[in-house]
């Protein structure tokens, strides 16, 4: 069974930083893509960052490209969403996910096997 718990969220004024980790009680982390999404009040879930198996690739919604930035520790089972120059459309709860090898899209959430609760950010005018 994996179990995804992030961490990391709170409140911020626009224009601070959060970082938020996700912690993956996976044996084989190393071998999964790894994405997070968001979902504010109303709206559907989100794509919001990815990162590939190795961290040879990225991927960014426009949303958050050049104030966001994904990594990976694969020693330490971690996936990391650095979210800098925050602005109040980023309130929302962030979800970290974890994928198969072979899936599809990296920017579509059916594609991820598996997500964690969830942790709030709120960014504050």
């Known amino acids: 069974q994996v179990h995804l718990a992030e961490s990391g969220g709170g409140l911020v004024q626009a224009g601070g930083s959060l970082r938020l980790s996700c912690a993956a009680s996976?044996?084989?982390?190393?071998?999964?893509?790894m994405g997070w999404f968001r979902q504010a009040p109303g709206k559907d879930r989100e794509f919001v960052a990815a990162?590939?198996?190795?961290?040879?690739?990225?991927y960014y919604a426009d949303s958050v490209k050049g104030r966001f930035t994904i990594s990976r520790d694969n020693a330490k089972n971690t996936v990391y969403l650095q979210m800098n120059s925050l602005k109040p459309e980023d309130t929302a709860v962030y979800y970290c996910?974890?994928?198969?090898?072979?899936?599809?899209?990296?920017?579509?959430?059916?594609?991820?096997?598996?997500w964690g609760q969830g942790t709030q950010v709120t960014v504050s005018s």
């Open positions: 996910a974890l994928r198969s090898l072979y899936r599809g899209s990296w920017y579509q959430a059916p594609e991820y096997d598996y």
């Open positions: 996976v044996r084989t982390f190393s071998l999964h893509g």
């Open positions: 990162i590939r198996e190795s961290s040879s690739s990225t």
